[in-house]
């Protein structure tokens, strides 16, 4: 078993009611995360820290994402001793679905709820899960773009977390996790969609630039889903808006209970 020191940025409380763990986005660690709150209603926060970046830089980057699932789910086995969520956004909500099918191959306890959001379904051809960058639309990613282009969309994302531009002399690591996120996202794909034994939360965000509200649809094929959508674009949920935190307290708490029926639309 590995250590779960590495995994999470926070020991988790043994006193917690139910844990919420969230994957990150392409090119981020768990520290995208610190803007959210430490809990949401009974759900402890738990961003969850990829090989690569921040306090692992050192450790090579996953490519691929059964690699992923395989080490993750053994790393936070301890940890899924309560009711849980996985969240993903964009890049996470492909690793949070493939987290969440290893667990239960495993026999292990699964999710309470499983959320995706901005993330086209992974049964998809890349070429119809992406859209190509377009000159001057930010939160778009793909293998084609230069270094130069990676850094302009960093410094964005590190702007939107509240920082700076980030640092010439950890540049080269960043662009070295980020493309190898990127790549790892368009070289993944599943033969068929493969359903959750868990609830499903899907959220559409109205200005993304990449993944439509129709779009999240796409997830209907994996499982009793729900629809949600939210106002704001790609990397609005940095922020842990409101409508956001709402949604996944809301959507737990139905979860817990059983009450979970299939839905459409704004929360």
Known sequence: M??????????????????????????????SYRRWPTRIGPLEVCPVQLPGRENRIRHTPFRTVPEFAA???????????????????????LLAHALATRIEDLG?????????????????????????????????YHPSMTDEEFADELNHVSQALGGGEILPELLPLALRVLRADVELCYGYRIPAPRPVHSPLTAIGWTADPEVSPETMHQWNAYGNTRHRVLEGGKLSYLAAPTALTRVLEDEFADALSGATTTTGGAP
């Open 108 to 140: 292990l306890p699964r999710a309470t709820l499983l959320v995706v959001s901005s993330a086209a379904a992974p049964h998809l051809h890349a070429q119809r899960r992406y859209r190509a960058p377009e000159p001057g639309v930010s939160g778009i």
């Open 2 to 31: 590995q250590s779960t020191g590495r995994w999470l940025l926070r020991p988790p409380s043994p006193e917690a009611r139910a844990r919420l763990f969230c994957l990150p986005y392409s090119g981020t660690g768990a520290s």
């Open 71 to 93: 080490e993750t789910a053994e790393a936070l086995t301890p940890h899924l001793d309560r009711p849980y969520v996985l969240f993903g956004h964009c890049m996470g909500a």
